[in-house]
C-alpha cells in the first residue's frame, strides 16, 4: 500500500529550486490539498515574480503568471470572472510585502473569497539574496552588507500581525515549514484556507517561513535550525485571524 | 514490509530527508552521482525502515513514495 | 434601443460597453472620465455584473488582465496620468496575448497637467503603451455616436486579436451630450479556448504568460504577435475623408480637433479655398495609404492637434516626407478655435503664390 507518493496536481517536472529550498514542499502541500478537495479541475493558480515564477509549470490544474506583486489583484478579477473557480496566489515576501503591498492589503480589507500562499524566507532569492521587507534586523544580504540597519531602512514587515488589523480577512495563519511537525501543521493551514474559499467565508492567508539556503549561504539543514533559532522568535508561528472561529466571541 | 522508493535522477541531494530519518537509515551516496551532478539519497537497509515517510514529508522534490 | 437618446459621451460609451457584453469593470477614480465609473457603478449590479472600484490603477489592470484570462470582455477607463500607471498591465496584457479594452479619457500633461481636455498622450497610446514591443488598437471618436460605436468594435477587435483595444478619447468628448442611436444586436462571441476556466480535468493545464526565458522562443511569440499586427495594418484601418476630392490643403486631425477643423474647413470653402481633411480613426494602425495618395495631388498638409505635435510625425512619415506637413496646435487642454485653424488654411493656401 503506497502510503506517501506525489500529489497529481504536482506536475511531473523537476522543479528549478535549489537543493533544499522548501518551496519544493510548499509547493508539494498546496497539490496535496488540491487532490484531497478533488478541485483541480476548477482550480486556477497564480504565480508571481521571484524564485516561484515558474510554479505555472508546476501545477497540473489552470495556471496565471501575474506581474510582480500584483497577483491577487490578478486572482480578483479571475474570481469575480468566474465565482465557482477555486483562484489561489503563491507570492514571496519581496512580491506580496513590499510591490505587492497595495494589493494585498487591498484584497484582504474587500475580503475577497481567494487564498493566498505567502512564503516569507527573509530574502529576495530570484535576483540573487538582496534584502527583503521580512529581511531580519541585523541579517546581512546583498543589499544589506553590514547587516540590516534598523535606523537606516527601517523595521521587517510581519504580515499575519498587520493584515489581522483589518476587519476585511477570514483566516490569517502563519507556519513553518522547518520540521515533520511543521509541515504537517502547514498542510491543515492550506487546506483550511482552501476550504474556507469553498465555503464562501473569503480572504484566507496562510503565510510560510521558508528557508533560502543558497542566499543565507547555509546548508539546508542549517537554513531549517536558522529558522527556529531567529525566523520563528521574530515571527512567531499561530493564528492571527480567523473569524468563524471567533464567531460565537462575537470577536468578529 | 515497508518500502522506499527514489526517483533518484531527480534528486538534489539536499539531504533533508536523511536529517529527519529517525532510524537514520539514509545517506547521501559517496560514489554515485546522478544526472543533475548530485549525490543522490540511498537506503542502507530497506527492512528497517517503519514506513514513517518522515523523509518524503521534508523532500521538496518529491522524489520518494513511501510503501508499507 | 433604435430610437436617439441624448446622452453624455461617457455614458453612451459606458452602454455600449454592456451591450457589447462586457460584464466586468475595474477603475480608479481620476478626472475627466468618473461618469464611466458612475454609470456602471448603478448599471453592474442591476444586471449581475461587476463594478469595483479598485485601489490603484495599477491593481485596476491586473483585475483586468484576471478577467480577460478568464476568457471574458472586460473594461477599464482612466484619464492620462492614470494610464501611466497601467503601463505595465498594458505590457502583461500584451504579452500574455489577452483581449480587454482600456478607456483614456485625455486630459493636460505633463506630470498632474490640468483636467482640461488634450490629445497629448498620442505618443503613449500609439508607441509607448509600456516595455516590450507591441501594440495596441487605438480608436479615436469624434462624436458621441462613435464614443458608442467604436466601443462595441474595440471588444470585437480585441477578441479577434488577442490584444488590447483602446478608445483615445478627450474630456470634451466625454462631457458632451448628443443624441444617439445605440442598436447593436447580439454580442459577438469569439471563442477562448486558452482562457483559464478550469481543466475540468478534461485537457492539459492552460498558462496565461508573458515569461519565455529562451531568447529564441521569446523571438518567435514576437514574430507571431507582428504577423498578426500586420494583419490588422491590412484589414483594420478606418479614417475619413471629407472634401478630399478636389483638395489641395489637407488637413488631419482626429477627435475634437477634427469637429474644429470641419468648422474650419467650411469657412475656407467659402473664401474659395479648396481644402479637405482626412480624419484617422484608428490611430494604430495609422492610415498611411490615403494619406500617401493625397500626397500626390495636395500641396501641404496641415496637422491639427491638441499637443506639441505628435500625430504630425506618423504624418510625415505616411507622407514620405513628398509634402510639407505643417503644425496647428494648442496644448494644456486649449483646443484650437476654427479662425486658429482657419488661419493656418490661409497661410497654406497662400504659399508658392
Redesign the interface.
Known amino acids: 500500500m503506497i502510503v506517501f507518493d506525489k500529489p497529481k496536481s504536482l506536475a511531473d517536472v523537476s522543479m528549478h529550486y535549489c537543493p533544499g529550498c522548501t518551496h519544493g514542499i510548499v509547493h508539494r502541500l498546496v497539490a496535496e490539498v488540491i487532490d484531497e478537495l478533488g478541485i483541480e479541475g476548477i482550480t486556477v493558480g497564480v504565480a508571481p515574480v521571484g524564485c516561484s515564477v515558474m510554479a505555472y509549470n508546476y501545477f497540473n490544474c489552470d495556471m496565471v503568471e501575474a506581474a510582480h506583486g500584483r497577483a491577487p489583484a490578478v486572482a480578483t478579477g479571475l474570481k469575480r470572472a468566474n465565482p465557482d473557480s477555486i483562484v489561489f496566489t503563491y507570492q514571496g515576501d519581496g512580491d506580496l510585502a513590499s510591490i505587492g503591498t497595495a494589493e494585498t492589503v487591498h484584497s484582504a480589507a474587500r475580503n475577497e473569497n481567494i487564498t493566498i500562499i505567502f512564503i516569507n524566507n527573509a530574502i529576495y532569492g530570484m535576483t540573487g539574496g538582496q534584502m527583503a521587507p521580512t529581511s531580519l534586523p541585523g541579517q546581512v544580504t546583498q543589499t544589506s552588507p553590514y547587516g540590516r540597519d534598523t535606523s537606516h531602512c527601517g523595521f521587517p514587515v510581519k504580515v499575519c500581525e498587520m493584515l489581522s488589523q483589518l476587519d476585511g480577512p477570514e483566516y490569517l495563519e502563519r507556519v513553518a515549514v522547518n520540521s515533520v511537525k511543521n509541515v504537517r501543521n502547514a498542510k491543515k493551514a492550506i487546506r483550511k484556507a482552501f476550504e474556507n474559499q469553498i465555503a464562501g467565508k473569503g480572504f484566507s492567508l496562510v503565510e510560510v517561513i521558508s528557508s533560502c539556503p543558497t542566499n543565507w549561504g547555509m546548508t539546508p539543514q542549517k537554513a531549517l535550525e536558522w529558522i527556529d533559532e531567529k525566523m520563528i522568535p521574530y515571527y512567531p508561528l499561530g493564528v492571527y485571524k480567523d473569524r468563524s472561529a471567533n464567531k460565537e466571541g462575537g470577536n468578529g | 514490509m515497508a518500502k522506499l522508493t527514489f526517483k533518484t535522477d531527480l534528486c538534489k541531494g539536499c539531504g533533508l530527508c536523511v536529517s529527519v530519518c529517525p532510524k537514520h537509515l539514509l545517506i547521501l551516496s559517496k560514489d554515485k552521482i546522478n544526472q543533475k551532478g548530485h549525490h543522490p539519497v540511498e537506503i542502507t537497509d530497506q527492512s528497517a525502515c517503519i514506513a514513517c515517510a518522515f523523509c518524503a514529508t521534508m523532500c521538496p522534490d518529491c522524489i520518494i513514495t513511501v510503501e508499507k | 434601443m433604435t430610437d436617439k437618446v441624448l446622452m453624455k459621451g461617457n455614458e453612451a460609451l459606458a452602454e455600449a460597453a454592456i451591450m457589447a457584453g462586457c460584464r466586468?469593470y475595474?477603475g480608479y477614480p481620476i478626472t475627466p472620465q468618473t461618469e464611466v465609473a458612475a454609470y456602471l457603478a448603478k448599471r453592474m449590479p442591476k444586471i449581475g455584473g461587476?463594478f469595483?472600484q479598485?485601489?490603484?490603477e495599477?491593481?485596476?489592470i491586473?483585475?483586468?488582465?484576471?478577467?480577460?484570462?478568464?476568457?471574458?470582455r472586460?473594461l477599464t477607463s482612466s484619464s492620462s496620468p492614470g494610464i501611466a500607471l497601467k503601463s505595465?498591465?498594458l505590457s502583461?496584457l500584451a504579452g500574455?496575448d489577452l483581449p480587454a479594452v482600456i478607456i483614456n479619457v485625455q486630459r493636460g500633461g505633463p506630470g498632474l497637467g490640468g483636467i482640461q481636455p488634450s490629445q497629448s498622450d498620442y505618443f503613449q497610446a500609439t508607441k509607448a503603451g509600456g516595455h516590450g514591443d507591441f501594440r495596441m488598437i487605438v480608436l479615436a471618436p469624434n462624436s458621441v455616436q462613435e464614443m458608442a460605436d467604436l466601443t462595441v468594435k474595440a471588444f470585437d477587435l480585441a477578441d479577434q486579436y488577442r490584444m488590447t483595444a483602446m478608445i483615445l478619447a478627450d474630456g470634451t468628448m466625454g462631457q458632451m451630450m448628443e443624441p444617439v442611436s445605440l442598436n447593436y444586436g447580439e454580442p459577438k462571441k469569439i471563442e477562448k479556448p486558452w482562457a483559464?476556466?478550469?481543466?475540468?480535468?478534461?485537457r492539459k493545464?492552460?498558462?496565461?504568460?508573458?515569461?519565455f526565458l529562451v531568447p529564441d522562443e521569446l523571438e518567435q511569440f514576437n514574430f507571431a504577435r507582428y504577423e498578426r499586427y500586420k494583419q490588422i495594418e491590412e484589414n483594420e484601418v478606418m479614417y475619413e475623408e471629407y472634401m478630399m476630392d478636389d483638395a489641395e490643403i489637407c488637413i488631419v486631425a482626429f477627435g475634437i480637433a477634427a469637429r474644429v477643423s470641419k468648422n474650419a474647413i467650411s469657412e475656407a470653402r467659402k473664401q474659395g479655398i479648396k481644402v479637405g481633411m482626412i480624419r484617422p480613426i484608428t490611430l494604430w494602425p495609422f492610415p498611411k495609404a490615403p494619406m500617401l495618395k493625397a500626397a500626390d495631388k495636395v500641396k501641404e498638409f496641415i496637422c491639427v492637434e491638441m499637443s506639441m505635435g505628435q500625430m504630425i510625425e506618423d504624418v510625415e512619415l505616411a507622407v514620405r516626407c513628398k509634402k510639407p506637413v505643417t503644425l496647428c496646435n494648442r496644448v494644456g487642454g486649449m483646443i484650437p478655435s476654427p479662425e486658429q485653424v482657419l488661419a493656418s488654411i490661409v497661410e497654406a493656401s497662400k504659399k508658392g503664390e
Do not use: P, W
Not at chain 3, 491586473?62 to 471574458?72: H, P, Q, T
Not at chain 3, 493545464?205 to 515569461?211: A, E
Open positions: 466586468h475595474f461587476t469595483l479598485a485601489e490603484s495599477i491593481a485596476a491586473n483585475m483586468v488582465y484576471g478577467v480577460a484570462a478568464a476568457g471574458l472586460v505595465e498591465g502583461y500574455a483559464v476556466t478550469g481543466t475540468k480535468c478534461l493545464h492552460n498558462v496565461v504568460n508573458s515569461l
